[in-house]
T-cell receptor, first 114, second 114 residues
Framework: AQSVTQLGSHVSVSEGALVLLRCNYS??????LFWYVQYPNQGLQLLLK??????LVKGINGFEAEFKKSETSFHLTKPSAHMSDAAEYFC????????????FGKGTKLSVKP | GAGVSQTPSNKVTEKGKYVELRCDPI?????LYWYRQSLGQGPEFLIY????????DSGLPNDRFFAVRPEGSVSTLKIQRTERGDSAVYLC????????????FGPGTRLLVL
């Protein structure tokens, strides 16, 4: 069975500082992994996804994530936080095969201080 | 092009009433998903359609919940005898064809059961 754990329900960084949002997964099959961002009162927007190609995945808005099989991790990073990055971030794993639904973590709310 | 749209954006109803939530996927997308997001949680899978048929309804919590997609495009999620615990944001997503592809989310319908 697949599952996702996001460490830290709230993360606060200063503007210009490194952003690191942690995600660990459990999957009985090679996983597809996703990071989505949700701004207040908006739908989920895909930041990036890993589908068994390059392990370092670059996404929109300067975010990237590295798939580490040995650590079962897919942490999201951004070198320099911007005020507009304040949002909630969700890591998700696909059940894979013919089962396409995503299994989401509980989310991490990112705050950016001026 | 137009994204996934959901109507209504907000729905307030009384315990015991029947509600219908509508999802208009991106034109041409054959896969459609419904998720439910409770306060402070990540989205939880409800049901997945491939074309007109429900390929996986394992996430529906009980038989009060039902969804249809009669022409392979618009989908309606139906909840009978609503309960206060059904209050949540109901999210719809669509993807072009296979389960490997990115899911595009609508803004959601916020359901409040009084």
């Amino acid at each position: 069975a697949q599952s996702v754990t996001q460490l830290g329900s709230h993360v606060s960084v200063s503007e210009g500082a490194l952003v690191l949002l942690r995600c660990n997964y459990s999957s009985s099959v090679p996983p597809y992994l996703f990071w989505y961002v949700q701004y207040p009162n908006q739908g989920l927007q895909l930041l990036l996804k890993y589908t068994s190609a390059a392990t370092l995945v670059k996404g929109i808005n300067g975010f990237e994530a590295e798939f580490k099989k040995s650590e079962t991790s897919f942490h999201l990073t951004k070198p320099s936080a911007h005020m507009s990055d304040a949002a909630e971030y969700f890591c998700a794993v696909s059940r894979g095969g013919s089962q396409g639904n995503l299994i989401f973590g509980k989310g991490t709310k990112l705050s950016v201080k001026p | 092009g137009a994204g996934v749209s959901q109507t209504p954006s907000n729905k307030v109803t009384e315990k015991g009433k029947y509600v219908e939530l509508r999802c208009d996927p991106i034109s041409g997308h054959t896969a459609l998903y419904w998720y439910r997001q409770s306060l402070g949680q990540g989205p939880e899978f409800l049901i997945y359609f491939q074309g007109t048929g429900a390929a996986d309804d394992s996430g529906l919590p009980n038989d009060r919940f039902f969804a249809v997609r009669p022409e392979g495009s618009v989908s309606t999620l139906k909840i009978q005898r609503t309960e206060r615990g059904d209050s949540a944001v109901y999210l719809c997503a669509s993807s072009p064809t296979s389960t490997k592809e990115t899911q595009y989310f609508g803004p959601g319908t916020r359901l409040l059961v009084l």
